[in-house]
């Protein structure tokens, strides 16, 4: 297993360093704000949840060993496990066996500063398995093998999510004629 | 882990597409033991069209970026990790009390231990010896002189 970027600076962290701290924040907040805001679309829950990320992190740091898992995905697994509590209050819960499409009102029409929105909407449709899998290798940019260490399953299981997923999106973005 | 030990030299049109499909058209997503025959394969004519393809979409997603977090929210999160930390040092500082009590009890509990197990016990039949005892008898005035009386 390689050596974990982070082992060092969470150790400090552990210590009580302010420095360490704050560099912590500044190398990690942005991962998990968009990991949330993607999972949730909504940017004040995402902000909730990192904020709450962050205190299991300070509450956790000194005691934090490496296990079979490096601490950003160890970070990914918790801010996920958030994002599901919350997608349940909310009782959006849908399992992966759920059809691929979910949503079938039509898109808004594509302008300029829509696409992104019509990205967004495209997403909370998809099951939250499959929306997890394309979040963590596409916009998180983990490796296959570090994306299905974090959602616990195997490389060709994840690869059959990020399959079904991408789809899933393709169907829906091309339904109103803005994708072929 | 078996995408990625296995013989990376194996990669044909059905492979190329089943990867595109999941991976997207950007072969640095790709496993890493599979990148190098993928990208090979990429370059012939049914490896450019699947590339195209997943292309497409990978364009729609580069699209939609989410925000950087805002002072706001790096502001909270810092003074919470202040609160933290100020809370674990007096915790540590109520520990170190709470452990130096412990040993002055404990130092106190010894020497009461210590001093009953060295201290003789005071025997009923200890005779004490008062001022007016002699080797001969009690020296006493008002005490009765057997000798006499006989």
């Known amino acids: ?180 | 882990m078996a995408r990625d030990i296995e013989d990376n030299t194996a990669m044909d049109a059905k492979r190329f597409a089943a990867l595109a499909e999941a991976y997207g058209g950007d072969l640095r997503r790709w496993p890493e033991a599979e990148r190098e025959a993928a990208t090979a394969f990429a370059s012939s004519e049914a490896g450019q069209a699947i590339s195209r393809h997943a292309g497409t979409l990978d364009a729609l997603l580069d699209g939609y970026s989410v925000q950087h977090p805002g002072k706001a929210l790096h502001d909270s999160i810092l003074r919470a990790a202040d609160r933290h930390l100020v809370r674990r040092r007096r915790q540590r500082v109520w520990w170190l009390g709470l452990g130096l009590a412990g040993i002055g009890l404990a130092g106190a509990v010894a020497g009461l231990a210590l001093v009953s197990i060295v201290t003789p016990e005071a025997g009923s039949d200890h005779y004490v010896l008062d001022a007016n005892a002699t080797a001969f008898g009690d020296a006493n005035p008002d005490a009765e002189n057997g000798e006499e009386s006989l």
């Open chain 1, 1 to 180: 297993m390689s050596a974990d970027p982070d082992e060092e600076l969470v150790r400090r962290v552990g210590a009580g360093d302010p420095a360490a701290v704050q560099a912590l924040v500044a190398r990690k907040l942005p991962r998990i704000l968009s990991l949330a805001v993607r999972m949730l679309g909504d940017a004040a829950e995402a902000e909730d949840v990192a904020q709450e990320t962050f205190v299991r992190i300070w509450r956790h740091a000194s005691k934090w060993r490496r296990g079979n898992a490096r601490f950003d995905t160890w970070i990914h697994r918790v801010t996920l496990n958030l994002c599901y509590d919350r997608l349940r209050r909310r009782r959006e819960w849908v399992t992966d066996e759920m059809p691929d499409i979910v949503d079938p009102a039509p898109l808004p029409d594509s302008h300029p500063g829509e696409e992104a929105h019509r990205v967004e909407r495209a997403l909370q449709a998809i099951a939250p398995r499959q929306r997890e899998a394309i979040i963590l290798v596409y916009y998180q940019e983990m490796s296959n093998i570090e994306a299905a260490a974090t959602l616990e399953i195997s490389v060709d299981a994840l690869e059959s999510l990020l399959s079904r997923g991408r789809r899933a999106l393709q169907t829906m973005l091309a339904r109103d004629g803005g994708h072929d």
